[in-house]
């Protein structure tokens, strides 16, 4: 299987100059958890995550529950103030094992999927915890879920490192 098969094909990117408020709204009315950025020729360029909006939104309001905010005006204001320029991505032909890794390695959430440096699509977690659903979701249901990642295996049913050889 390959990142292709498994890749969400709707990708919601935004430009440099984008607000981090609108990016933010992108995230929340897509429902998603990051955004690719792209430059005029639809190039990937960095990615900006939900966590670092919350951080930079809440930076700039400075808002807390049940007082009100107050607009610092050395926060940042555009995506490309906090997006990050090395991003971890894959080719269409990538293999599901090799975006598992890289999710696991590096702590990820998205990936997105390149060709000739433009976004085709993106794998989430989510995408990959499906196939590795349907991988191992034999019809009695009881084989272990197994995703490869470095060294072993991770059984997803017990949480415990197995022996990939097995």
């Known amino acids: 299987m390959n990142a292709t098969q498994v890749m969400s094909t709707t990708v919601i990117t935004v430009r440099p100059e984008t607000t981090i408020l609108q990016a933010a709204r992108h995230l929340v009315l897509h429902k998603i958890a990051a955004l690719p950025v792209v430059d005029s020729q639809r190039h990937l360029v960095g990615i900006v995550s939900e966590a670092d909006l ?14 009100s905010a107050t607009y610092d005006e050395s926060a ?15 080719r269409p032909d990538d ?38 659903c349907r991988i191992g979701g034999g019809p009695g249901g009881d084989q272990a879920l197994r ?20």
């Open 95 to 132: 293999s599901l094992d090799l975006c598992t890794q890289l999710m696991i390695r590096h702590n990820g959430r998205s990936l997105p999927v390149l060709r000739g440096g433009v976004p085709i699509g993106i794998v989430t977690r989510r995408d990959v915890l499906g196939a590795l």
């Open 147 to 166: 995703a490869t990642a470095g060294t072993g295996a991770i059984d997803l049913r017990s949480k415990e490192r197995v022996d990939a050889s097995r």
């Open 76 to 90: 940042p204001v555009y995506v490309k103030e906090i997006m990050w320029h090395d991003v971890i991505w894959v």
């Open 54 to 67: 919350f951080r930079a939104r809440a930076a700039s309001v400075g808002a807390s529950l049940g007082h």
